[in-house]
C-alpha cells in the first residue's frame, strides 16, 4: 500500500538535493508532484523524467517562489494537471553565501525574499485549497542552525524566521485539521549519486559538524526522505507545530 | 484512523521488539500498531494480565507474535528477566520503547517522599534499566532503536510535580543515551505525546474532571479534536523504522499543536 495514494504535493525547489529526493518519495508513494524550479531548468526536467520513468507522475513547473504572481500560475497548473493542492513542501531556499564580515543589506532582503517570503506566498496560495478540503499538510523547510546558530547571519535569521512562520501557520490553520510542521535538516551533502569523493571539497567547518553528530555519516538527501513522507502522510495528524531535526544527532533538540 | 498502520508494509518484518507498559493506552496501541508491521512484540505489564494477554491475542491473530512478560521496570532483576524471556522467545531486541510510567494524581500541597520516588523510579529509572539491558544486543547487531516516552509536560509543565520533573528527566535521558550509543549505530529519541484519553481516566477521574480535560484539551489544541492512542502510533513506526535511520537524540511532540516544541 501506498502512504499518498491519491494526494497532490507541490515540492518548491525541487530540482536537485532534499527538494528532487522528496519529490521523487513522494511520486513512489502516489502522489501527483509539482516539481518547481525556479533557475534549475535541467535539474527539474531531469527529476521529472525519473518520475515518469519510474510510473510516477509528475509535471515541472518554473516559478520563483518570493513572486506572488509566479507563484499563483504555478498553483494553476497544479490544479489542471492533478485538482486541488492538498501537500506543500517549502523546500525553495538560497543557500549561506557568505558570513558577517561580507554581509549587506541587499543580500539580508534577498535571503528573507526567497526564504521567508517565498514560504508565506506558497502557504497563502495553497491554504484555501486545504480549507476546502478539510485536510491539509504543509512541511516547512528550516535547518539546524535554528539551533546552534551559524556564521551566515541573513540565512540562520531566515530559517529561524521559518520555525516562528511554522508555529504560528499551524495556530492559524489547525482549526481547518491543516496540520503544519517543521524539518531541521543538518548538513545534507549533494546527491545521492555524489560519491564521498566529491566530499573532498567539504570545507573543514563541515568536517566539524561530522564530527559533532553522533551518526558518523556524511548526510545524504535519501537520508530525510523519510521524514518528509512521515509528515505528509496520514500517520502524523495529530503532529502540528512541530520541529523535527534530521541530523544525525547534531542538535539533539 | 484505526487502519493507518494496517498498512501491510511490513516495515518491522522480523525486528524483536519490547514495548514497556503495553498492557493498556499507548502501549498497547504501539505495541498492536507494531505487531502490524511484522515485528515480534513483548508485552510488559504490572498487574494487568489479562489485558496484557488479550493485546498478544490480537497481535497474533493478525499474523505476528507476541509474548506477554509481567515485570516492574523499575526493578532492575525484573526486567533482566524479562529480556531473558524475551531472547528465548524471539532472540536479540532491535527496538525497546520505554512506554511504562505512571502519573498518580498526587497534588503539591500533600505529595510525599515516597510518592515522588515511586514516579522517578518507574518514569525515569525504568527507562535506564531497560536501556541498559538491551543495548548490548543492539551493539552487537550494530544497529537499534529506543524511544523514550517523555510529555509535553517538558516543555509547558504541570500541576504534577513529581510527573513533570521526570518526563523532562527522560528527555535529559534521551539526549544523553544517544551520545552514549549513538557511535554503535543506535537511534535514541524521545515521543511527548499531548493530551490523550486513555481509559484511565475513566478510572481515575470524575465525570466532571474528564469533560474539563476535554475542553482544556481541545481549547489548547491546534487541532480541534481529542486525541486517542491510535494517534501517537505514526510517530512511534517512524522512529521505529529505516526511514529515520538518521534521527537521533531528538525530541517529537506529537500533540495536535498544543506545545508548537
Not at chain 1, 518570493?66 to 538560497?94: C, I
Request: hydrophobic content about 40%.
Amino acid at each position: 500500500m501506498k502512504r499518498l495514494e491519491n494526494r497532490v504535493a507541490i515540492i518548491t525547489g525541487s530540482g536537485s538535493g532534499i527538494g528532487a529526493a522528496v519529490a521523487e518519495a513522494y511520486a513512489s508513494e502516489g502522489a501527483k508532484v509539482v516539481v518547481n524550479y525556479s533557475r534549475n531548468q535541467a535539474g527539474a526536467a531531469a527529476v521529472g523524467e525519473r518520475i515518469a520513468a519510474a510510473g510516477g507522475q509528475a509535471i515541472v513547473v518554473k516559478a520563483d517562489v518570493s513572486k506572488v504572481d509566479e507563484v499563483r500560475r504555478m498553483v494553476e497548473q497544479a490544479h489542471e494537471a492533478f485538482g486541488p493542492v492538498d501537500t506543500l513542501v517549502n523546500n525553495a531556499a538560497l543557500l549561506p553565501m557568505g558570513g558577517w564580515e561580507s554581509q549587506t543589506e541587499d543580500r539580508w532582503d534577498q535571503m528573507m525574499e526567497v526564504n521567508v517570503k517565498g514560504y508565506l506566498n506558497c502557504t497563502r496560495a495553497v491554504c484555501e485549497d486545504m480549507k476546502a478540503g478539510g485536510y491539509g499538510k504543509i512541511i516547512n523547510v528550516s535547518s539546524v542552525v535554528f539551533i546552534q546558530g551559524y556564521e551566515a547571519v541573513d540565512y540562520t535569521s531566515s530559517k529561524a524566521a521559518i520555525v516562528g512562520f511554522t508555529r504560528s501557520v499551524a495556530g492559524l490553520l489547525g482549526p481547518n485539521n491543516i496540520c503544519v510542521n517543521c524539518i531541521l535538516p543538518g548538513l545534507v551533502c549533494g546527491g545521492d549519486d555524489c560519491e564521498l569523493d566529491d566530499c573532498e571539497n567539504l570545507v573543514e567547518e563541515h568536517k566539524k559538524v561530522i564530527e559533532q553528530q553522533l551518526l558518523k555519516r556524511v548526510g545524504r538527501p535519501r537520508f530525510v526522505t523519510g521524514a518528509f513522507v512521515f509528515l505528509a502522510s496520514h500517520e502524523s495528524d495529530f503532529v502540528t507545530g512541530s520541529c523535527l531535526a534530521v541530523d544525525g544527532g547534531y542538535t539533539r533538540y | 484512523m484505526s487502519t493507518i498502520s494496517a498498512s501491510g508494509l511490513q516495515r518491522l518484518k522480523d525486528r524483536v521488539a519490547i514495548v514497556t507498559g503495553s498492557s493498556t493506552g499507548i502501549g498497547a496501541a504501539v505495541a498492536e500498531a507494531f505487531g502490524r508491521e511484522g515485528a515480534k512484540v513483548v508485552i510488559n505489564h504490572l498487574g494487568e494480565e489479562e489485558a496484557a494477554q488479550s493485546v498478544a491475542e490480537r497481535i497474533r491473530k493478525a499474523g505476528s507474535d507476541a509474548i506477554v512478560v509481567e515485570a516492574d521496570v523499575a526493578n532492575a532483576d525484573a526486567v533482566s528477566q524479562m529480556v531473558e524471556s524475551s531472547h528465548k522467545a524471539f532472540g536479540p531486541i532491535g527496538i525497546l520503547v520505554n512506554n511504562a510510567g505512571i502519573y498518580p494524581r498526587d497534588y503539591w500541597d500533600t505529595m510525599t517522599l515516597e510518592q515522588w520516588d515511586r514516579v522517578f523510579d518507574v518514569n525515569l529509572k525504568g527507562c535506564y534499566l531497560c536501556s541498559q539491558a538491551v543495548c548490548d544486543d543492539m551493539k552487537t547487531a550494530g544497529y537499534g532503536k529506543i524511544i523514550n516516552v517523555s510529555s509535553i509536560a517538558f516543555v509547558s509543565g504541570i500541576s504534577l510535580v513529581h510527573y513533570g520533573s521526570s518526563k523532562a528527566g527522560v528527555v535529559g535521558f534521551n539526549r544523553a543515551l544517544a551520545v552514549a550509543l549513538g557511535p554503535y549505530n543506535i537511534c535514541v529519541n524521545a515521543i511527548l505525546p499531548g493530551a490523550v484519553k486513555v481509559d484511565r481516566e475513566i478510572e481515575l477521574d470524575s465525570a466532571a474532571t474528564r469533560e474539563a480535560t476535554d475542553k482544556g484539551a481541545v481549547a489548547a489544541q491546534m487541532i480541534k479534536r481529542r486525541a486517542t492512542p491510535v494517534d501517537m502510533v505514526g510517530a512511534f513506526i517512524f522512529f521505529a523504522s529505516r526511514t529515520s535511520d538518521w534521527i537521533t537524540g531528538h525530541c517529537l511532540a506529537v500533540d495536535g499543536g498544543m506545545t508548537r516544541y
